[in-house]
């Protein structure tokens, strides 16, 4: 009876915050149908390459202070004033780290732009785009501090207002400027979430003292920091290697592609940190129970995903069309290739939450950053073996290798166990997919 109430838990929860995440995201279809009229796949491309060193820039100079600043808040829920004190460090740290980034983007131009781009001197517009730096950095610091309190309903609520922010913003000045207004649009959607996330002002007689306790705080987050550069880095190099070895426009419907069935299809997963991550990181010792938890996410998650992907593969060359344009067709085949991944993300997302659930900063780092040295070399070795449609096999085919290698190393490292229940449903679920949604779609060209 305790499995089936947590089951039920499980889903309950992974529905609200999937429901959250698929207003979000639909909101973000309408934005990006428009941009991808109002740009074209040129336009997309140029906005996805500004958009991955943006997200580099922000990963690699905010120390994990998102990650970090949660549990720096939330161990001190019954001591206000100690967890008023908290936040305000992380405030200040906010400030510091975003103007760190902003300075970094604004040096490090030419260079960004003479790695990014072929063509043209993009020096200026990454000096523009530094802004986005600060300010992402700095809701990303308040999003810390509403996750910390507890405060998930107004998180999720702020999230949404944000995304509608970012529509009423950045159409208008594709419209009347082109590609020109891209980067004003990111600097100004970045100043929208700022000020929708913010909860509360920095205390200034406090700064010192802010300075001195975050410092164990920004240590913590190196190993974030390391993740999370090779994240973005991953997400860079692929889309400047496109750009170099393909064009501009393979660039947009990567990066379209990519949106489609990974990131959107990721909404399936939103629950991981609000419900699973506090609840398996409550279990003091690792063993059968911590084991049994894990385990069985993943297979809720198996069985939740399964005919998620199964749809959207089969819907796939109605909904790119009718999401994006006519010009973004022929990326149906890599985006039902890349979905197909989605499968090995729901077993082993779970798993590589155990070194977080453990505090084991160095065993999260080695496993974010296998998974990203695979995604990279799978996609562009699928680049250069079929094209488009080859970088969809690679994501997919990166999924599945990640999952292998977490098995192994949390076995090594956690002795953590999948069941062979688990196993025998992913290699079922994945057969039936591909032997179901792939002879629907790809093999009779619907």
């Keep these: 009876m305790k499995a089936n109430n947590s089951y039920s838990r499980i889903i309950k929860l992974s529905g609200f915050f999937s429901v959250i995440q698929f207003l979000n995201i639909a909101i973000a279809l309408i934005r990006n149908k428009l941009v991808a009229v109002l740009l074209g796949p040129n336009g997309v491309g140029l906005m996805s390459l500004f958009t991955s060193t943006s997200n580099m820039l922000c990963n690699f100079t905010q120390m994990g202070l998102h990650i970090s ?65 600060l300010f992402t950095i700095m809701a990303n610091g308040e999003a810390a501090i509403m996750k910390g309190t507890y405060r998930m309903r107004r998180l999720a609520y702020r999230s949404v207002c944000s995304i509608v922010a970012a529509l009423v913003v950045s159409v208008p000045l594709y419209y009347f400027f082109g590609e020109t207004g891209i980067v004003p649009s990111l600097v100004a959607i970045a100043l929208c979430q700022y000020f929708l996330n913010l909860s509360g002002r920095v205390k200034v007689e406090d700064i010192k003292d802010a300075i001195s306790l975050g410092k164990p705080m920004i240590r913590l987050g190196m190993a974030f920091v390391v993740a999370g550069l090779f994240g973005s880095g991953c997400d860079f190099l692929i889309r400047t290697y496109l750009n170099n070895v393909g064009d501009l426009s393979a660039v947009g419907l990567y990066n379209t592609g990519y949106m489609i069935s990974v990131t959107y299809g990721g909404m399936l997963f939103a629950s991981m940190d609000n419900e699973y991550y506090p609840r398996l990181s409550a279990i003091p010792e690792l063993g059968l129970e911590f084991n049994f938890v894990v385990n069985r996410q993943i297979r809720t998650f198996l069985f939740i995903t399964a005919p998620f992907v199964v749809l959207l593969i089969i819907l796939m060359p109605c909904i790119i069309p009718l999401l994006f344009s006519c010009k973004f067709v022929e990326i149906v085949p890599m985006a039902q290739w890349a979905v197909l991944g989605l499968m090995a993300r729901a077993a082993y997302l779970p798993i590589e939450y155990i070194s977080l659930a453990k505090g084991d900063a160095r065993s999260f780092m080695i496993i974010d950053s296998v998974s990203y040295v695979l995604m990279f ?31 192994f190393y949390c076995y090594w490292r956690f002795r953590f166990m999948p069941a062979f229940a688990n196993i025998i449903l992913l290699v079922l679920f994945v057969t039936i997919i591909i032997v179901v949604a792939f002879n629907n779609t790809l093999l009779c060209d619907c």
């Design 377 to 407: 070399v799978c996609v562009v070795a699928g680049y250069n073996l079929g094209g488009l449609t080859g970088t969809g096999m690679g994501i997919a085919l990166s999924a599945f290798l990640g999952f292998v290698f977490d098995i």
């Design 69 to 133: 600043g949660v549990r720096e808040v939330s161990q001190y829920k019954d001591d206000a004033a100690e967890q008023q004190r908290r936040i305000n460090v992380i405030r200040v740290w906010s400030i510091i780290l975003g103007c760190m980034g902003m300075l970094v983007c604004i040096v490090f131009s030419p260079l960004l732009n003479w790695f990014t781009f072929t063509w043209g001197n993009h020096t200026f517009h990454f000096i523009a785009l530094s802004p986005v730096i």
